[in-house]
């Protein structure tokens, strides 16, 4: 890698099992190759610098496009192993449409509506001993362009009315609109500041966005540009 920065060099090819390692030691990776996860071309930039680029995924289809003398798109694809090659066309043409039934799911010790509650402006003043659950819901989601939309999915849980939809990316980051509505809930709430005027609203359309594992709230300013 070090002597590949030298000036005499333009690039390199990598080859199994080394795609994915290298993508963490270049300077740069492609848009295509860091969704992808694996690095087979290394450039050489004029400044010594190496870019990490991915030909699998357009190399294949290409290829297969040729010898069948027709496109891919419509067609069934099966991709056989789980190497750098196969993750990218995977990445590449993965598509469709998907519905999950959820039915007397509990949540676990996750509490979701002290949690929204709690960016709403209200604490809980009684927990609730029994563990919640979602009585039956039927989730929708759409694959495409490297991403996986979830359309409005509308939860009842603890006799709050919660609708989701957002969408999750393939290089890992997620955002998602969460419309609750509270007023339905058996337990009793106080402002979260009680020298605040006013009565706490009960229903709320709450942004969230961020790594999947550590969604955060949107300010209400930057909104906007963060809206599913």
Do not use: C
């Not at 604490?123 to 359309?151: G, M």
């Amino acid at each position: 890698m070090a002597e590949a920065r030298g000036p005499d060099w333009f690039g390199l090819g990598v080859t199994a099992p080394y795609k994915k390692a290298v993508a963490s030691l270049v300077d740069e990776v492609e848009a295509d190759a860091a969704t992808i996860g694996a690095v087979n071309n290394l450039v050489r930039r004029d400044d010594g610098r190496l870019v990490g680029i991915n030909t699998d995924a357009p190399g294949f289809r290409t290829g297969v496009e040729l010898a069948m003398g027709h496109p891919l798109a419509g067609g069934d694809v099966v991709v056989a192993g789980a190497g750098g090659a196969a993750h990218a066309e995977i990445v590449r043409t993965f598509r469709g449409n998907a519905t999950v039934e959820l039915e007397g799911v509990s949540v676990g010790g996750f509490d979701p509506l002290r949690s929204l509650a709690s960016h709403m402006g209200m604490d809980v003043v009684d927990l609730d001993s029994q563990s919640l659950y979602i009585p039956k819901a039927t989730a929708h989601f759409l694959v495409q362009d490297q991403r996986v939309t979830l359309e409005k999915l509308t939860l009842e849980v603890g006799g709050a009315e919660l609708q989701l939809q957002g969408d999750y990316a393939f290089d890992g980051t997620a955002k998602l609109l969460v419309r609750a509505d509270l007023r339905g809930i058996r337990r009793s709430w106080a402002p979260a500041h009680p020298g605040s005027v006013g009565s706490v609203p009960r229903m709320a359309d709450l942004h969230f966005a961020g790594p999947l594992r550590n969604l955060e709230m949107v300010p209400t300013a930057q909104i906007s540009q963060t809206q599913p």
